[in-house]
């Protein structure tokens, strides 16, 4: 389903009934909704809320930015290395707002905000920003933007960066695969027959590359953020798998260090990744603070 949120066009998809707590997901750096398993869903439906994911700006079915152009992530790079300000299509502040924007089209006044990856850092923001709509937080396999923690292996940021030579399905699924493969959770591979499906229903849903650079360029942009996180007063659980060679176990240490009262849930066996196996433990985890009173 389509909705108008934050002035732009944004896909979404709502499972469980209207009046239960809601918990908005926020998805990764180029990752459609659909990266969301359908058993995490039906699972968090089971234990009695309303799970809402959508499609971030610029992946799946939502607003494409393509009239900003494709930005130039080295110089990106140089300019903050500078100590500059660079200029970019949007911010992860922007997508903050979207996942506002969106509670406030759908009506809902407060939500459990979860996020993985890229998804984790955008609400973070989003905790912080608008704390009178935040029920609790829960960041999964994410960071502060501190610099100083470990940052990926030189396999995963290559796994996940070099795009695939050509756009016919064998060179999607072989890349898919690969990138799975480096970053996955070790202790939990996908199944091979499971992880080829639901690459190639992703590419036939939406192919948008251009959208992935343009996001990188908002988590370059997007700085340290451990002073504004630091403002965080809704209870909050960091869940990081302890071998995740994209966002090393640090970014999770750094972020739950970050926000005062947070929870830290390390797994052992867990890459940059949701197995199925793990959703009752990290809901399980979810959980804990979202039983908690929310801050006035």
């Known amino acids: 389903m389509k909705i108008q949120a934050n002035g732009i066009e944004l896909e979404y998809e709502s499972h469980g009934p209207d009046g239960a707590p809601v918990v ?7 990752a459609q909704l659909t990266l969301w398993p359908i058993q995490f869903v039906e699972d968090l439906v089971a234990r009695g809320y309303r799970a809402i994911r959508f499609d971030n700006r610029d992946v799946g079915l939502s607003a494409k930015f393509d009239a900003a152009g494709i930005p130039n992530l080295m110089q990106i790079a140089a300019t903050l290395f500078a100590g500059l300000k660079p200029s970019v299509p949007y911010t992860l502040d922007d997508m903050a707002a979207d996942a506002k924007g969106l509670l406030d089209a759908l009506g809902i006044e407060r939500a459990h905000i979860l996020g993985g990856s890229m998804g984790g850092m955008i609400a973070q923001i989003f905790a912080a920003t608008y704390p009178e709509r935040t029920l609790s937080l829960t960041s999964i396999m994410s960071t ?10 030189a396999a995963a940021m290559a796994a996940l960066t070099t795009r695939p030579t050509s756009t ?4 999607i699924l072989a890349h898919g695969i690969n990138v799975a493969r480096v ?3 070790p202790a939990y591979p996908a199944d091979a027959e499971l992880l080829r499906q639901r690459i190639q229903r992703d ?4 192919f948008h590359p251009a959208g992935f650079t343009r996001q990188m360029a908002a988590i370059y942009a997007g700085g340290d953020r451990r002073k504004l996180i630091a403002t965080i007063a809704a209870p909050t659980m960091v869940i990081h ?9 640090e970014g999770g240490r750094d972020t739950a260090a970050a926000i005062p009262g947070a929870k830290l849930r390390e797994i052992p066996g867990m890459g940059h990744d949701i197995p199925v ?16 009173p929310a801050a006035a």
């Open 183 to 185: 970053i996955g959770s």
């Open 24 to 30: 908005l997901l926020i998805m990764g750096l180029g």
């Open 277 to 292: 196996a793990l959703i009752p433990t990290i809901l399980d985890a979810f959980e804990e603070v979202a039983r908690e």
């Open 203 to 206: 590419f036939e849903r939406s």
């Open 168 to 171: 016919d399905l064998d060179a």
């Open 241 to 249: 798998g302890v071998d995740d060679p994209l966002v090393p176990v």
């Open 144 to 153: 502060t933007g501190n610099p100083a923690v470990p940052q990926a292996s």
